[in-house]
């Protein structure tokens, strides 16, 4: 029970790596506030979890409204926000700068950075009030050492890194801030980007010999949040199984 007490939103919440860490954190404690597009993806997320521990909401990332319907719904269900955790995101891999369109840019900057930005902007008061708390931000290793063909994708999770710190040091002491760096991790994005015969590379390149699983991401996102990170704020963690495998 590393998060009893806590009250948590988890943006992107209706697959993949939202999805198990919000089961993940209300199994260890936490009350959470669970947000995606996904209706149907929310209903599977809360399966078999107490209505006590865990509320819904459709809601779009990318929207101010609903970055404040998030944090008044924290309240109103739980009394409160103490930990935040923005694993929305997502990306196409195909084109080069030269090939791509401002409207897409624009797209998927606003769907990794920008839907950051806003729901920490909505979160921090909230969090202050309750008397302090976390925030983590899921990048990706795309944003620390690049990837091909996914020029938007890089920038905005680059982006991602560096507000981490800045938030980090704007509200210390009573609120830490960190990033998590997933490598390749077995979700439904993964699954629409890339290949079986990718996915079979992807596994030879780490360490561990296999892709990452999404609450793997969701457990170290839980350390983060809990007092065993008390002295952690501003960092990045790359959770990928270590690279430069056997090929
Ligand atoms: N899977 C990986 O290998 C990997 C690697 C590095 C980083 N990441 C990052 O981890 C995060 C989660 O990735 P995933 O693989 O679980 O993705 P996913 O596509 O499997 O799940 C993403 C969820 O976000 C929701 N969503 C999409 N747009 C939304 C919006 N505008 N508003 C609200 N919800 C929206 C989707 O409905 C879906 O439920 C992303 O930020 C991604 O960039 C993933």
Known sequence: MQLAGKVAIITGAGAGIGQATARLFVQRGARVIATDLDEAGL????????DDMIETLVSDATSVTDAAKAVALASDRFGGLHLLVNVVGGSRPGKTVVDLGEDEWDY???LNLTSTFLMCRAAI?????AGGGAIVNIASGAGVTGMG?????V???GGVIALTRSLAIDHAPTIRANCIAPGPILTPLMQRNRSEPEIAFMSKLSLVARLG???????TAAFLCSEDAAFI????INVA????GPI
């Open 233 to 236: 704020n501003g960092e990045l």
């Open 149 to 153: 063909r996914n020029p938007a994708y």
């Open 125 to 129: 008061p909230a969090i202050d009030a």
């Open 108 to 110: 998927w900057v606003r």
């Open 155 to 157: 920038a905005a999770k």
């Open 241 to 244: 199984g270590g690279r430069g």
């Open 43 to 50: 209903a599977e997320t809360r399966q078999g979890l107490g």
């Open 213 to 219: 699983k999404p609450e793997e991401i969701g457990a």
